[in-house]
Nanobody, 128 residues
Framework: QVQLDESGGGLVQAGGSLRLSCAASGRTFSSYAMGWFRQAPGKEREFVAAISRGGGSTTRYADSVKGRFTISRDNAKNTMYLGMNSLKPEDTAVYYC????????????????????WGQGTQVTVSS
């Protein structure tokens, strides 16, 4: 079992940047594929970015964030990151990280149902 704790959210003006962190408990972080999802008010939770287990050789992004967001992981720190640049008001949402234990390298998961563990979320608000 793993516990996830997101941080780094806040209020930023359009065009600004933020870096979200997802800290995981336990000693097997590298064996988890990880992902970021977000949920805006009145909307369904949607996929943002995902990274494969281990060294994170594979990443995947939603079209809406491609070229602006960067997902990464530091297994030594049991932490995943989401760098967000050129933020837009439509990026406003609660951002959640998810973890999925897997034995497969190079595989990413883009649906919420695939993930076994979730954090509590961190609010990102982008003002126009």
């Amino acid at each position: 079992q793993v516990q996830l704790d997101e941080s780094g959210g806040g209020l930023v003006q359009a065009g600004g940047s933020l870096r979200l962190s997802c800290a995981a408990s336990g000693r097997t972080f590298s064996s988890y594929a990880m992902g970021w999802f977000r949920q805006a008010p009145g909307k369904e939770r949607e996929f943002v970015a995902a990274i494969s287990r281990g060294g994170g050789s594979t990443t995947r992004y939603a079209d809406s964030v491609k070229g602006r967001f960067t997902i990464s992981r530091d297994n030594a720190k049991n932490t995943m990151y989401l760098g967000m640049n050129s933020l837009k008001p439509e990026d406003t949402a609660v951002y959640y990280c998810g973890a999925k234990p897997t034995a497969y390298d190079g595989i990413v998961y883009t649906t919420g149902q695939a993930y076994n563990y979730w954090g509590q979320g961190t609010q990102v608000t982008v003002s126009s």
